[in-house]
């Protein structure tokens, strides 16, 4: 079972007053602290424990910057053979077409039977990167998945629908698919193992080197402006010392008939 | 331009609210810049689903096909693929759902037609489409536009647009049939599998508080459900902490959870992701406990409380049980 996983180094934003940069095309990152998106987390732990349960290789991919390799140790460090990180200068100069036909022709010349991706990106939330890659190399494809299983060359999936209701389907080998969050409980990775893996293959591919056209790469989608959200009138905010809110809070309660 | 695609979603025989919000901002456009509505809706044995929406189109192209009674997105990709060759539509919405989501990507690269995702709001300017989108879990807008195409994929939020029906209109039924097995289905479909029901029921709860990824922990998760038992109410909690396993997927309020109407929801470390906003419009009076002022669950709450949680939650409890003491 070959695997290659697709990841994507995002920005943490919780509990962060995210400005809009000068341009408006996107936001002022140099404040903030980056991690694995959340959905490869998951990808990448699913990954490697088929690759425990069948044997093979998992290998990480990325389209990123030398500081994006950060995301790849760690892939590394949970138990990826190898990692490729793709040079291909300012990465938000594509949209999500160029990204997926740069990972679409990277993954086409390796041998595997699985492609996975994160179902999102936690910063551009586009959520359609995956299933564009599929499109690409002309494999089958399942989105939203929970559960994996893998039997005679098939894999047995569970794709989580809206309401929580699962769907399970069967499609033959070589597939992508899109990973969702609680599919597994992602391994902790210590300091310690991240240094460990760096005797690991990470292997930089530039862009140049795939033979894509910048025709193909040319965006079609625009960026016009990114801002702040418009104000509303949001929630009334209770004030004052803890006692003064406590009382306030019981005093609504009340008011909507539930402390009765 | 002259026709709006709008792509019929439906499961188990029911049309998907989706679908009507789709055709409500899609009759919206038609008006203002006198386009035609067109659905398609592909399924088996589905002509009440037409029927709920003859008046909301202009036309309703229908295959009935057994083999099209489950969702299949290489299905579905190459039937609209071929109704956009021939008709030429300049927008084609579909949902923002697992389903969509999947067929929107595909078919965008299929057709080579651009895609934007998740759109909020669709505007047109002097002719310009110009989308709105949220980024970062709703801390940040966008409006994309795009580059000269004959035609532009969108997916759409749900529970954005209306529900109801917009203008006067009395579709034409067109139906069609297509040469299925031509079709590579690459994708067999077994089954749907309910979530498994727990010993108490969130949906059915007068009040409920809310635990999320805030609460850091698993055991931190017993401070909340101490002023959730003071108040006599149900824990529920946000889709990360069922994701971590503290808590039982029965108990998660959101799109991929259950949709509660409580009189009071109170939210605690929940930033407000619009998947987990989804869940709770039918809630009466929303209270929000969060330290970051900036988090989106202000905007959709009546009340909130901003500060630390740890140092909220047990001053909250002790006042609950003093009160009721009386
Ligand atoms: C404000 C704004 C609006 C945008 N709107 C659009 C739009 O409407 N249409 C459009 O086509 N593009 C749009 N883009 C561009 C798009 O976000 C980028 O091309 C982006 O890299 C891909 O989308 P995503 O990060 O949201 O990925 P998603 O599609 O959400 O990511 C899903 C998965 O794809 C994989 N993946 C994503 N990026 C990488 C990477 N660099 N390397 C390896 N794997 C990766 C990961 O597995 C990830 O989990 C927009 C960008 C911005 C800043
Ligand atoms: C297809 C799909 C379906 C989904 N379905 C659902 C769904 O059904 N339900 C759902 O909930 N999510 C769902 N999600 C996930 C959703 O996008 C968000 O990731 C999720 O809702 C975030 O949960 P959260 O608010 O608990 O965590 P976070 O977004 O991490 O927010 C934690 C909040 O806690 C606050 N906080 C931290 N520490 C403290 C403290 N000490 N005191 C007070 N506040 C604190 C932070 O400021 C932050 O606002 C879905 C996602 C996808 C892609």
Redo the contacts between chains.
């Keep these: 079972m070959d695997i290659v996983v697709c990841v994507k180094r995002v920005p943490l934003t919780e509990e962060v007053d995210l400005a809009v940069d000068e341009h408006k095309k996107g936001i002022k990152k140099d404040q903030l602290a980056f991690v694995l998106n959340d959905w490869d987390n998951y990808a990448i732990e699913e990954a490697i424990l088929l690759k425990e349960k069948h044997g093979g290789t998992v290998t990480a991919i990325t389209v990123g910057s030398e500081e994006d390799e950060e995301v790849l140790r760690r892939c590394l460090a949970m138990g990826a053979d190898r990692a490729i990180r793709i040079e291909a200068g300012d990465v938000s100069r594509f949209d999500s077409f160029g990204i997926s036909k740069i990972l679409s022709r990277v993954v086409k010349d390796f041998p595997f039977d699985l492609v996975f991706t994160g179902v999102l990106a936690d910063d551009d939330y586009c959520g359609m990167v995956g299933m564009m890659v599929a499109e690409e190399l002309g494999i089958n494809h399942a989105n939203m998945v929970i559960a994996i299983e893998i039997e005679n060359g098939k894999a047995r999936t569970t794709s989580e629908l809206e309401g929580g209701l699962g769907e399970v389907s069967s499609i033959a080998l070589p597939a992508l698919l899109a990973i969702q969050t609680g599919i597994n409980e992602p391994r902790y990775v210590s300091i310690l193992g991240i240094r460990k893996a760096a005797k690991k293959e990470l292997k930089v591919m530039d862009l140049s080197e795939l033979g894509i056209s910048d025709e193909e790469l040319s965006p079609r989608t625009i960026i016009e402006e990114v801002y702040l959200p418009p104000e509303t009138e949001g929630a009334q905010i209770l004030t004052g010392d803890p006692d003064k809110i406590a009382s306030d809070f019981v005093e609504i309660l009340t008011k909507k008939g539930v402390m009765g | 331009m002259s026709e709006v695609f709008v792509i019929v979603e439906h ?1 188990l025989g029911e049309i ?1 609210d989706i679908t009507l919000e789709m055709l409500w901002k899609a009759g919206e456009l038609a008006q203002e810049h006198s386009y035609n509505v067109t659905a398609i809706l592909l399924g088996h044995e589905v002509s009440s689903i037409a029927e709920t929406i003859s008046d909301r189109a202009d036309k309703i192209i229908i295959s009935d096909d057994e083999q099209l009674k489950n969702f299949n ?1 290489d299905i579905y990709k190459e039937i609209i693929a071929g109704l956009i060759e021939e008709s030429k539509p300049g927008l084609i919405l579909i949902g ?4 969509g ?2 067929l ?3 078919l ?3 057709t080579g ?6 759109c909020i709001d669709i505007t047109f300017k002097d002719g310009k489409l ?1 989308v709105q ?15 000269s ?1 004959a035609g532009c994929l969108l997916t759409i939020r ?1 529970g954005v647009f209306p529900k109801d029906r917009i203008g006067d209109r009395q579709a034409q039924i067109v139906q069609r049939e297509f040469s299925l097995k031509e079709i590579p289905q ?10 498994a029901a727990g010993d108490v029921d969130i949906a059915q709860a ?2 409920l508080v809310s635990v999320g990824r805030g609460i850091g922990e698993e055991e931190n998760i017993s401070l909340v459900r101490e002023l959730a038992e003071a ?1 006599n ?1 149900l824990l529920s909690c946000s ?2 902490i ?4 503290w808590l039982p ?1 029965y108990l ?1 309020v959101g ?5 509660v109407n ?3 929801y109170v939210a605690v470390g929940i ?1 407000g992701a619009f998947q987990h906003l989804q869940g709770i419009t039918g809630a ?5 406990i969060n ?4 988090a ?1 669950i ?9 500060g630390d949680l740890f ?2 939650i047990p ?2 409890k ?3 049980l003093e ?2 003491k009386g």
């Design positions: 499961r998907r997105a923002n759902t697992a389903w989501m999947e929107a990507p595909c965008a690269v299929r037609f651009p895609l934007a995702t998740d110009t989108r949220q980024m970062f879990s709703g801390k940040i807008f966008s409006n994309v536009s795009f580059s195409s749900s690459k994708k067999d479909f077994i089954e749907f599998v309910e979530t007068e009040l108040l109410g889709r990360p069922v994701d971590k396993n997927k998660q799109s991929s959870g259950k949709s409580p009189k009071v930033s009466g009076t929303v209270i929000a330290k970051d002022p900036k989106p202000f905007r959709a709450a009546d009340y909130g409380i901003v140092k909220i001053v909250l002790e006042k609950v009160t009721r």
